[in-house]
């Protein structure tokens, strides 16, 4: 698992946070978010794949708010959703999730695997398990991350990864 | 790779050029602390579990427990079996992760967590047990449903060793 990049929100916040010119020589992206929107209550983070805002996210999320479970459910979406921090959850928290998207240069639709969690002193959290499709066979070589209004937070950062799989050592029959 | 973090080394890989009927990984080395099976992939027909079995034990000795989300219903279950399901093939993708973790011990059981997911079909977090101290050497990967099923050509399973 290498490192490729960590993006951060500076003072004042920032309308997006982008990672851009993905290197195409892994196997595998993972993600690690923590974000908290400035001045939006809003719960939850939007991510674009390749700037792309057409209507081809799908995903199917299992929730746990600390007292109950649930599922829900979006297709023809023009964004992907990740729970994520409002401005309206105890300060200085910010929610979290890990995203990881195999194959993100392959020539078939890109499937996206989210745990989350919305992190809140109180008895209002939410964990959310997500399983999402990025119905589009080019590769991927952008991801975007922005709240629906307002800015994400100071100190909201992303840091994506690559991993590079290996070669032989299994049989097949 | 940020201090602190354990790294991942790929160990081993496999893209089925055509459809098989099982995948093997054997030999796994120990000089590891835990393992992560990363697969991508699709059912040749019909939809059916994908099962692990280690070190060729067949006996009743795999216990788990699961929750699921299907996009308008929520569950949960648990039971004991003779392998273990790290996720659910049908004719559109599944990816998923299985963490296998002390695998290399032999003085304790095996623990795993496992998350696979399908954007048509469900969400599933499972945690799982291996009642064996054995360390594990290897596993099998296999249609645990049943049927002439096979994982379809393209699907991927990929290996790696996980630093303490």
């Known amino acids: ?27 595998d992206l993972f993600l690690q978010v923590s974000c908290r929107a400035a001045t939006a209550p809003t719960t939850t983070i939007l991510m674009y794949v390749n700037n792309n805002g057409a209507s081809i996210y799908s ?24 729970a994520a921090n409002g401005s ?18 392959g020539s078939t639709n890109k499937s996206i695997s989210v745990d989350s969690v919305l992190e809140n002193n109180a008895t209002s959290v939410l964990m959310r398990l997500t399983a999402g499709l990025y119905a589009s066979t ?10 629906a209004s307002g800015n994400l937070a100071q100190h909201s950062t992303i840091s994506l990864y690559g991993i590079t799989k290996g070669s032989g050592g299994a049989s097949v029959s | 790779m940020p201090a602190g973090v354990s790294a991942y080394t790929a160990l081993a890989n496999v ?39 280690f070190n060729s034990d067949s006996g009743s000795n795999y216990t788990d427990v699961y929750m699921l989300g299907t996009g308008s219903s929520a569950l949960s279950a648990s039971g004991t079996f003779s392998a273990i399901d790290i996720s659910f093939f049908r004719s559109s993708v599944t990816s998923g992760a299985t963490n296998i973790f002390d695998y290399s011990a032999t003085n304790k059981h095996k623990t795993l967590l496992t998350r696979y997911d399908n954007a048509s079909d469900a969400t599933v977090a499972r945690a799982s047990r ?34 303490a």
């Open chain 2, 15 to 53: 893209t089925l050029g055509s459809s098989a009927a099982s995948v093997t990984f054997s030999s796994i080395s120990q000089a590891y602390r835990d393992l992560v099976l990363v697969s991508t992939g699709t059912a040749t027909s019909n939809s059916w579990q994908v099962s692990m079995r």
């Open chain 1, 138 to 147: 080019t590769a991927i070589t952008q991801l975007d991350f922005l709240y």
């Open chain 1, 1 to 27: 698992m290498t490192l490729i990049s960590t993006v951060t929100a500076g003072s004042g916040g920032a309308a997006s946070l982008s990672l851009t010119s993905i290197p195409q020589t892994f196997t």
């Open chain 2, 130 to 163: 291996w009642a064996n101290t054995a360390a594990i050497t290897s596993f099998v990967l296999f249609n645990g449903s049943g049927g002439s099923e096979q994982f379809a050509a393209g699907t991927t399973f990929a290996l790696y060793g996980v630093s």
């Open chain 1, 59 to 82: 995903q199917r999320n299992l929730d746990g708010d600390g007292a109950t479970t649930g599922s829900n459910s979006a297709s023809s979406a023009s964004g992907f959703v990740i």
């Open chain 1, 88 to 105: 309206g959850q105890t300060a200085n928290t910010f929610g979290n999730a890990s995203v990881y998207i195999p194959n993100y240069t």
